[in-house]
């Protein structure tokens, strides 16, 4: 089991980036597909993007396709998610997830992120 940390979100203006970490603790983290999803304010929580657990296979909601960026460093038991070109859409409390089978088991406690225009 995995314990997850968030950090890096913040106040950008449109077309600006940010850089979101998670910091895993615990047993095996690259054994875990890492996910990160976001929740708007009256919305629900929908799938931003994930990496396998070598890193070598991401996929992404159309929604930020060519605009973020997921990376993982075993090593440093860290997944990051690279945001460019950030709209007000984007705006949101980002989470990030870890599973092992086809259900994300564990979350971290988010980090807000707002696009301002």
């Known amino acids: 089991q995995v314990q997850l940390a968030e950090s890096g979100g913040g106040l950008v203006q449109a077309g600006g980036s940010l850089r979101l970490s998670c910091a895993a603790s615990?047993?095996?983290?690259?054994?875990?597909?890492m996910g990160w999803f976001r929740q708007a304010p009256g919305k629900e929580r929908e799938f931003v993007a994930q990496?396998?657990?070598?890193?070598?296979?991401?996929y992404y909601a159309d929604s930020v396709k060519g605009r973020f960026t997921i990376s993982r460093d075993n090593a440093k038991n860290t997944v990051y998610l690279q945001m460019n070109s950030l709209q007000p859409e984007d705006t949101a409390v980002y989470y990030c997830?870890?599973?092992?089978?086809?259900?994300?088991?564990?979350w971290g406690q988010g980090t807000q992120v707002t696009v301002s225009s």
């Open positions: 990496i396998t657990w070598g890193g070598g296979y991401t």
């Open positions: 615990g047993r095996a983290f690259n054994s875990y597909t």
């Open positions: 997830a870890a599973k092992r089978g086809s259900d994300w088991q564990t």
